[in-house]
């Protein structure tokens, strides 16, 4: 089994920066492609930032300019980096990723996400 546990999500004032984990465990490989969403109350889940299996980055464009997706392959780890934070970004978010295991089978796995809320 292969799951992913997100950290980081915490209170923060507007224009403030927060730097969001999600770690890979279990049976992992490798991270094929990963993601981040965000849910807001009474909202549809909305992409935030991608890293697709050929390492290509995209932003929703809510937060270009202002978020970065990055990976660390050595540590199964993905993060996401949030500068310039504004009361709309306050939603749980959830990372997304597709793991090859060690048996070299893809696994599509989802974190239980971590609470962003942006506040002065």
């Not at 209170?11 to 890979?24: D, E, I």
């Not at 809510?62 to 970065?68: D, I, M, P, Q, Y």
């Not at 990055?70 to 306050?90: A, C, E, F, G, W």
Request: proline share 2%; net charge neutral.
């Amino acid at each position: 089994q292969v799951h992913l546990v997100e950290s980081g999500g915490r209170l923060v004032h507007p224009a403030g920066s927060l730097t969001l984990s999600c770690v890979a465990s279990g049976d992992v490989f490798a991270i094929k492609a990963s993601d981040w969403y965000l849910h807001a109350p009474g909202n549809e889940r909305e992409l935030v930032a991608n890293i697709n299996v050929r390492s290509i980055i995209t932003y929703a464009d809510s937060v270009k300019g202002r978020f970065t997706i990055s990976r660390d392959s050595m540590k199964n780890t993905v993060y996401l980096h949030m500068n310039s934070l504004k009361t709309d970004d306050t939603a749980v978010y959830l990372c997304h990723a597709q793991i090859t295991t060690n048996q070299f089978q893809t696994s599509d796995v989802w974190g239980q996400g971590t609470q962003v809320t942006v506040s002065s």
